[in-house]
Structure formats: C-alpha cells, structure tokens
Nanobody
Framework: QVQLVESGGGLVQAGGSLRLSCVAAGFTFRINTMGWYRQAPGNQRELVALITSGATTTYRDSVKGRFTISRDNAKNSVYLQMNSLKPEDTAVYYC???????WGQGTQVTVSS
C-alpha cells in the first residue's frame, strides 16, 4: 500500500523557518523523483520543488534561495527546509511521487506577518 505521510507544518512568523518531512512507503522510493507542492485557498496546486533520484533539484522562482529540498533514500524520506518564510508561502504543502502520481494528505504551513 502506497503511503506518503507529511509532517512539520505549523504557524511561524514571517522570516522564520520550518522543515517539512515526508516518509514514503509502498514503492521503490530511491528510483523516483519526489516533489513538494502547495495549495493556498482559492489557488491551484503549484509545484514548489523537485528532486530526482540523482539528487538534481528544481525550484519555483519564488522560493529559490529560501527553500531547499533534500532526500534520504535510506529513510525513504524527502524534506523541504523553508527559510525566510513569507506570508505568501502560507498553504497546504503536499508531498508527491512525481512519476507515479501519488500524494500525501498535506500539512498546513501558516506564516503570519
């Protein structure tokens, strides 16, 4: 059974940091590209960052230099370190197995001004 379980969301002041974690099960994690997406109320879900099996990373422009995606294949986990958070980063953040189309349940990130 495929599972993606996110954690680490919460309420933080602007300028603060959070680290999201996602633990995967039920598929061969190490060979899959993993991603973090987010969806704010009234908006479409958008890609935040991707990391390939070879650890190549891609970021949306608005988070470059502030967010870092990483993975630990031994722990079947992918992470999103978010620094210098802004109110516009407020959203539900979802972990995604990119090629397989699997999604986690999401974790809420709220950044207060």
């Amino acid at each position: 059974q495929v599972q993606l379980v996110e954690s680490g969301g919460g309420l933080v002041q602007a300028g603060g940091s959070l680290r999201l974690s996602c633990v995967a099960a039920g598929f061969t994690f190490r060979i899959n590209t993993m991603g973090w997406y987010r969806q704010a109320p009234g908006n479409q879900r958008e890609l935040v960052a991707l990391i390939t099996s070879g650890a190549t990373t891609t970021y949306r422009d608005s988070v470059k230099g502030r967010f870092t995606i990483s993975r630990d294949n031994a722990k079947n986990s992918v992470y999103l370190q978010m620094n210098s958070l802004k109110p516009e980063d407020t959203a539900v953040y979802y972990c995604n197995a990119y090629e397989l189309g699997y999604w986690g349940q999401g974790t809420q990130v709220t950044v207060s001004s």
